[in-house]
T-cell receptor, first 118, second 109 residues
Framework: GAVVSQHPSWVICKSGTSVKIECRSLDFQATTMFWYRQFPKQSLMLMATSNEGSKATYEQGVEKDKFLINHASLTLSTLTVTSAHPEDSSFYIC??????????????FGQGTRLTVV | GQNIDQPTEMTATEGAIVQINCTYQTSGFNGLFWYQQHAGEAPTFLSYNVLDGLEEKGRFSSFLSRSKGYSYLLLKELQMKDSASYLCAVRDSNYQLIWGAGTKLIIKP
């Protein structure tokens, strides 16, 4: 199956600093990537949809100025958590699928990034 | 609103069979997915149903009834490594994946 690589797998940062998470599709071109957040014992919550070459579409309640998404190429999307606070500590996961947003295949997930803000 | 329901937790015995149910109410339907997620890891794809009926893949099978808004994941010959959370997700009319909260499956020897 297709491979999506996410980096780093875990990060600890100080409150007030920014953290960048990378998501790469290694063997296919992903016109659309999705960013999720998952708190312990809860389901995946879609944060935003990242489209190559255009602005990301954010879900209601997600601050676009705090969670900066850049989809600079067909194989790379980045999520930057700016001025991170302890409540931003969570498991962040990216995914991509063939055919962009309307692909009818399964979503392939990155390994996830465990962010801890201290 | 959109809603996907699945049991919070289930327990089964190694070697046995378990069925995890999922019911959904979504705005449109473009397929239902089952994923397995081990603690601290990203979900991995198990199955995809878009037409009514049963899809079999080794020890795992998934069933769909669109008229009833219902699906189940059937796991046979359970192994200890099957202990994980199982997530049901529906792709709605906007091709967004709507996720259930997941069912934590505990396998006992």
């Amino acid at each position: 199956g297709a491979v999506v690589s996410q980096h780093p797998s875990w990060v600890i940062c100080k409150s007030g600093t920014s953290v960048k998470i990378e998501c790469r599709s290694l063997d296919f071109q992903a016109t659309t990537m999705f960013w999720y957040r998952q708190f312990p014992k809860q389901s995946l919550m879609l944060m935003a949809t990242s489209n190559e070459g255009s602005k990301a579409t954010y879900e209601q309640g997600v601050e676009k100025d705090k969670f900066l998404i850049n989809h600079a190429s067909l194989t790379l999307s980045t999520l930057t958590v700016t001025s991170a606070h302890p409540e931003d500590s969570s498991f962040y996961i990216c995914s991509a699928s063939f055919g962009g947003a309307k692909g009818n295949t399964e979503a392939f997930f990155g390994q996830g990034t465990r962010l801890t803000v201290v | 609103g959109q809603n996907i329901d699945q049991p919070t937790e289930m327990t089964a015995t190694e070697g046995a069979i378990v069925q995890i149910n999922c019911t959904y109410q979504t705005s449109g339907f473009n397929g239902l997915f089952w994923y397995q997620q081990h603690a601290g890891e990203a979900p991995t794809f198990l199955s995809y149903n878009v037409l009514d009926g049963l899809e079999e893949k080794g020890r795992f099978s998934s069933f769909l009834s669109r008229s009833k808004g219902y699906s189940y994941l059937l796991l046979k010959e359970l192994q200890m490594k099957d202990s994980a959370s199982y997530l049901c997700a529906v792709r709605d009319s906007n091709y967004q994946l709507i996720w259930g909260a997941g069912t934590k499956l505990i396998i006992k020897p």
